[in-house]
């Protein structure tokens, strides 16, 4: 058995890679739809952090309930979410993000 | 631990597959594969009730919602898409670097945590820690499903009536 | 007797919310119950006048208690606002009796005057603060119900009044952080520490931004243009200078321990004389009659700052003095401005003259008034500014100086106006011009005559009125009765003569009385020059003149330049930055998620510096 | 007892789509007014020790870990107050039944969301609540398929799920060192590592989050677009309470029964809101659009909130809390207004409006009332927990930070007042000559937001006494 911890910091490594990877396909997409990955990769890195820091304190159980209650929270937000692209693309014809900037100043 | 960091690599390179792909249906599935790694990880680290339903939900239900959107908005034609590669291209090759140097530099940081960690927890059956201790996060469970019926509901209604 | 302080505050609130209540159609209701109400608060403020009373309900934490004194100080400047709400109400009633939004102006009136009997029994800072903030929305609203340029007129006076309150805002809390108390009583704090200085001088702003001085004062002229006349007569003329000076003389004489060899003092004379100087200046060029004694409401405050300034018994005495008389002789001017504006239509002074004849009365009062705040003897502003140059003198030549320079200045304008407005020829217009209706000439009379009984009686309100306030600091020394220094008192009647002297000069030259003043206006052209350089005699005279030009120019763009930067650079500046701000939201939301990266990112790196 | 906060509504909900649908839609709004009520009430029985809060037999069942105390009550009533106008004014903006009764629900689902947030006492079912009240909100705003309402709600989905996040990091990282989420555990196994390098850092990202919530200088991106294109009746829903309960009530009762005041954090929390005081004001003042322009309001009032909080003494607190309850009630008020104005004149633009108070008087002079308060007029009762904000910032030593929010609240007034200059008074358009009173049932919620605002000015001193003193002495 490797110490807990070092695992840990070797995951934290990879769950904030995974966010940067989301962020930089949130940042650079013009594909609405590809934002939504983004964000679904962002939630996949929190679910691995939220794992991999049960194990490391041993509180198996309760990590598990955490990403249980998580992932139900996620699917609903990312339905939400996609009714509302579909809407846009009624609207605009078009999945473009650069057609998203009617409100300002 | 060579077997987790291993599996996380794959994962990486799963997401940055999804990312970095020309068409977005396959992006969507890449999204599925990293799922997938995901829940092999899981299992690795015994959350074996919590991988199940990763790679139920996850795997199966969000790789839904993705392909009816994607199909429900039909995305660009085919030349479009070769219209906007290399400019895609140009845009996207970053990333792969950025992330070599940030793993790079976060693995080889000498990181001390020193935290103190709790001690290990009685309860170990996750039916028992959500029923019993947790019913307040079963509850909202419940109220977010509803939401998401009415999200459904009025959402895609909508796009119907149009 | 706690009731009737109560009822000070109360019965004009009460009468304010009926008259508002009332129906439209009532026209008469609205003069009627004012008049009753102001009558009923003159006489509670007889009834408790010399009288000693504490009033305390405990109300809210932190100090915070409804507290109310009344003592000497403010019981006679609580006499005097009542005398002073009665006779505007009087003279209202017909001269606003057809204009606009009366029942608003009756309603504002009251509420006012109940503020200021809030303000003046207040013994708690908080409670101060609570009335003297809820003047600044009567203010408003009497302002905006003038003609049509009124509203921004109003938001000018709002801005203006707004900030110098929340200057005293602070200065309260650093107050009542000091001494430990909110109550005014028991705030007794030496001026020693920054912080302490810095309170004062906060509180400082806010009593003499309430009194008008510089340079808070640009609304006030504009207010005399736009705002209803018995307005300018009730709030800039006597409500707003007693309390201001009130609260002056407060802070200065019993809450901070302010000594004369301080630069506090220093810095309240230079405040005092700049003040007088620069609004005379204004005042002389000025071509309308309300605007002109609207400068000149400014000029007095200077008297009083000075006066309280040089924290000596006399010049104390002599500014709460001055405060009393300026009140009186003020509001008197403006009785007659609006009664020469609601008979002859106009308060232009190029389109009026010779009303003498058609306004005997009116132009009677005028005199005395006229008289009275130019120091001549006997009248009452005479024995005020006495005291005042006594003190002065003492503190400073300098500053008598130029304290007498203004007196020069005071009169020379007033002889304009009585020349322009009263004297010379009578504009064919005005030939139907009748004198103005009995309820407006009372007012006008009564006061005149309270003008000259002040003066040649002096000892009454200087025993009785102003000396109880300085109480021991006295030492038993009385300044009432004729002014002991009579080398000054040459000096004044010396400059009077002179004013005199050059209106006439200046009269004949230009051949009217209104352009008597015009050398100072119009800068003399190079041409000029050589034909004044022919009357050898006059020179001397001229290039003193020119020189006064100069500054006098030199005084309106500091005039223009506060009003600009009060009412153009402070918008401009936000308007850019507004602009700058909204430029920076793109509606592009990989904008917003990367500042609020950036944020959390600066955060971040806040919370781990120490690591 | 507590329980029923959560319970209650959820079970309405189920009745009113269990009994036949068509009855409901036309009775279902006025069963639902007994809940706001019902809450006011309950919430004015326990403050005044007539109702106990000890576990009822709800309790028994349903076992949630719920505390209640003085900054709860003061929540749950302005939720209450909130929802009973959105209620109220409901069927007078939303004509479609179908449309009117699925807003019903959703509002009845914030309404349970809100409730949660204010009463839990674990920090991940306090996210699970925050995600169910951020999601009925995104499904409201773009409830009206208009094309600029989706706009603003997928850039609040974009900024929320970032916050969602960060929130969710921040919880992994303490559960890993606390082992348990729930408040009291958090808080003493802060106090035990202190100012290890993950922890602070997880801080950091919670506070960053929940300033996302809350709508601050610099995470306010989202907040304009999102109240401006959102719908009459959301609006006032949400910029009356929905994001101040997501984000500023859950940073007070964060910081100061879990974090605890540091000073860097104190230092951060002052200097995002005088921030947000700043920008926002100057935001708004150039802000053509009524609901824009409220919105900008709206973060600059969130900043004093805010920098009240940061002083991190039991008066500032305070003083945060009243303020919050202030501006809960004017900016309904506001918001009520602007779509009465909406709906009689059909533009939201100000400058196509003018001398309005004469056609409208009603909606003016609440309006008035409301923009006074909210610049601190007394004795409105904004001025009140502005001048206790100021008294807060002053006692704890912080004399800059005092002076930007006296110096603010005349930019406040600044705004404010040319709102009330561009829209209520001056010359009346022509075009606007035919413009009638809005109908009761608009005017009625006015009436009583507008009696609170005066009520609450009028009788500070008693509550002074009885609401704030007891969070200080806590």
Redesign the interface.
Known sequence: MTDPLALFWITCVFVIMLMIAGLYCIFVTYNLIRVLIGLELLIKAVTLLLVVAGYANNHLARSQAFVITLIVMEVIFIAVAAGIVIGLYYHNQSLDVRKLRNLKG | MIVEIIILSVLMLAALWTVMTRSILRSAIGLAFVSVMLTYIMFRLSSPIAAVFELSVCTGLISVVFISTITLTFPLSKEEVLQHMKERLSRFWYLPLILILVGLAFSLAQVKLNLTLPPPEVEQDVRNVLWKLRPFDLAGQVIMLLTGVYGVLILFRQVRKK | MEQHLLLLILLPLAGAVLILSAPQRMRFFKAAPALVITLVNMAIAIIVFKKNIIVNFP????G?DLSFRLDHFSAFIIAAVACFSFLVTLYSSVFMRLKPGLKQFYAYLLINLSFTNGALLADNL?IL??FW??LL?GLFGMIALGNKNS?QTA?KA??IV??AD?CM??GI??TG?LSGTLAISKINLPLASPLAIFAFIMLMIGAISKAGSMPFHTWIPDAAVDAPLPFMAFLPASLEKLLGIYFLGRISLSMFQLKAESGLSIALMVIGVTTIICAVMMALIQKNYKKLLAYHAVSQVGYMILGIGTCLPVGIVGGLFHMLNNAMYKSCLFFTGGAVEKEAGTANLEELGGLSSKMPITFFCFVIAALSISGVPPFNGFFSKELIYDAALERGAIFYFLAVLGSFFTAASFLKLGHAAYLGKLNPVHQRVKEAPLAMLIPMITIALACVLFGLFNSWPLDNLIQPVLGQRLEGISFSGFPANTKLIVITIVVLIFALLNHIFGSKIYGSGLKAADYIHYAPGLVNIYAWAEKGYFDPYRVGMKFIVVVAKVIFLFDRGIDWLSSSLFVNL??G???Q???V????????????????FL??M?????? | MLSLFIILPLLSLMVINLLPKELMKKIGTLMSLILPLAQMLVVVFIFLGILDIRPGPADHFFKFNLAIDNISLVMLFSIAIVILVTLLVERHLIPDADERFNFLNLVLITFTGMNGIVLVQDLFSLYVFLEITTVATFILISFHKKRDALEGAFKYIILSALATVGILSSIALIFLISGDTSFAVVHQALQNSRHAFLIDFALAIFLGSLFIKGGLVPFHGWLADAYSSAGRAISILLAGIVTKTLGVYTLIRLVSSVFGFDTEVKGVLMFIGALSIIIGAFAALGQHDFKRLLAYSSISQVGYIILSLGCGTPLGIAAAVFHLFNHAIFKSLLFVNSAALELQTGTRHMDKMGGLAQKMPITGVTSLLASLSTAGMPPLSGFWSKLLIVMALWFSGHFAYAIIAVLASVLTLGYMLSLQNRVFFGKLRPELENVKEASFGLLFPMIILAGIIVGVGALFPFILNSLIFPIIIK
Request: aromatic letters at 20%.
């Open positions: 109300w809210a934490g932190f915070i908080i603060l609570f903030e809820g929305l509203w938001i709002f801005i707004g900030i929340l805002l602070l809390a650093i952080h936000s308007y930055l507004t602009g701000i909204r430029k939201h793109t509606g592009n939301y990989a904008h917003y998620l990367s500042w609020s990266l950036l944020g959390m955060i971040a806040f919370l781990l510096y120490k690591h």
